[in-house]
C-alpha cells in the first residue's frame, strides 16, 4: 500500500486547508486511516481516524469542531478539512492505513499557521 499526501501550505490564522491522502496497491487491506501530525519538536499525535467500513470517525479534542475527515472509496481518497486554523495546528501531517498486520504512512505534508 502506498499512500501520498498533498494539500498542505501556509495559511493565516483562522483560515482553512483539506488535505488529501490517496492510497494505492493493495487497498483492500485497509481497516481504517487516519491523519497524524506531528508539531516542531513535539512527538507525533492523533488527529482523526475513521473507519473502511461504517465510516465511524474519531476526532482529537483539540480539532473537534474545527476539523472533518472523510473518505471517497471509489477515487480510494481520504480528506481532512481543517478549518478555523490556529497557530498550534502547525506541523507536519501524515496520512496512516492501518491494516491487519501492518500500517502504512504517507511521507506527510507541511502545514503552517501563521498568527
Known amino acids: 500500500v502506498q499512500l501520498v499526501e498533498s494539500g498542505g501550505g501556509l495559511v493565516q490564522a483562522g483560515g482553512s486547508l483539506r488535505l488529501s491522502c490517496v492510497a494505492s496497491?493493495?487497498?483492500?487491506?485497509?481497516?481504517?486511516m487516519g491523519w497524524y501530525r506531528q508539531p516542531p519538536g513535539k512527538q507525533r499525535e492523533l488527529v482523526a481516524a475513521i473507519t473502511s467500513g461504517e465510516g465511524a470517525t474519531n476526532y482529537a479534542e483539540s480539532v473537534k469542531g474545527r476539523f472533518t475527515i472523510s473518505r471517497d472509496n471509489a477515487k480510494n481518497t481520504m480528506y481532512l478539512q481543517m478549518n478555523s486554523l490556529k497557530p498550534e495546528d502547525t506541523g507536519v501531517y501524515y496520512c496512516i492505513g492501518l491494516g491487519g498486520s501492518d500500517d502504512y504512512w504517507g511521507q506527510g505534508t507541511q502545514v503552517t499557521v501563521s498568527s
Open positions: 496497491g493493495s487497498t483492500f487491506s485497509i481497516n481504517a
